[in-house]
């Protein structure tokens, strides 16, 4: 079946503005998390949430990070007012079950957010 | 807190030269382990895993044993090829929810 998808593949934007990112998970995976790939940081962890509700956001950097799951299904990942330090490449992953800590979480190709 | 250090790259090796990719983690409880691969202009994607002490994961000809007096999960490979060449992520997963806390990457380079 289909695997992760994310879009928009890239993104370029300029300091300030709002972006919106969107992480389709595999069907009928409960669990979905949100990572950030960066040069300076390498990989960590955002947000997760299983079903609509985020149980660990402890990962996300300001409160101008957000982030929802609607219909047990897609998420977007919100930026408000970004910097040039959010340019990273963010990651989607989703896995099955209750978010258990053996399940294999399989990610999606990323999004490549660039502030200008 | 929960943490996961391997070595630093690059690595650069001879095509059937023996691997090995250090990986060394602190945490509380028992954490699963994994080892994560991203091939050039391609998604992470799980190589092998170990979800309890003296488990062995393998896959592709890669090895890893999950050592909890050592807290190590080092990778080996006996024999490595152009094709293995990609970045390795070292990763545990907490027991809360499973977020993934990753190593910070070994970039390994197979010259023919």
């Known amino acids: 079946g289909a695997g992760v998808s994310q879009s928009p593949s890239n993104k370029v934007t300029e300091k300030g503005k709002d972006v919106e990112l969107r992480c389709d998970p595999i069907?009928?995976?409960?669990?979905l998390y949100w990572y950030r790939q960066s040069l300076g940081q390498g990989l960590e962890f955002l947000i997760y949430?299983?079903?609509?509700?985020?149980?660990?956001k402890s990962g996300l950097p300001s409160d101008r990070f957000s982030a929802e799951r609607t219909g047990g299904s897609v998420s977007t990942l919100t930026i408000q007012r970004t910097q040039q330090e959010d340019s990273a490449v963010y990651l989607c992953?989703?896995?099955?079950?209750?978010?258990?800590?053996?399940?294999?979480?399989?990610f999606g190709p990323g999004t490549r957010l660039t502030v200008l | 807190g929960n943490s996961v250090t391997q070595m630093e790259g690059p690595v650069t090796l001879s095509e059937e030269a023996f691997l090995t990719i250090n990986c060394t983690y602190t945490?509380?409880?028992?954490?699963?382990l994994f080892w994560y691969v991203q091939y050039p202009g391609e998604g992470l994607q799980l190589l092998l895993k170990?979800?309890?002490?003296?488990d062995k994961g393998s896959n592709k000809g890669f090895e890893a044993t999950y050592r909890k007096e050592t807290t190590s999960f080092h990778l080996e490979k006996g024999s490595v090829q152009v094709s293995d060449s990609a970045v390795y992520f070292c990763?545990?997963?907490?027991?809360?929810?499973?977020?993934?806390?990753f190593g910070q990457g070994t970039e390994l380079s197979v010259k023919p």
């Open positions: 992953a989703s896995s099955t079950g209750t978010g258990g800590w053996y399940n294999e979480q399989f």
């Open positions: 069907s009928g995976h409960t669990a």
């Open positions: 949430f299983q079903g609509n509700s985020a149980p660990d």
């Open positions: 945490a509380t409880g028992y954490p699963s």
């Open positions: 170990a979800t309890k002490a003296d």
């Open positions: 990763a545990l997963s907490d027991q809360k929810g499973g977020k993934l806390i």
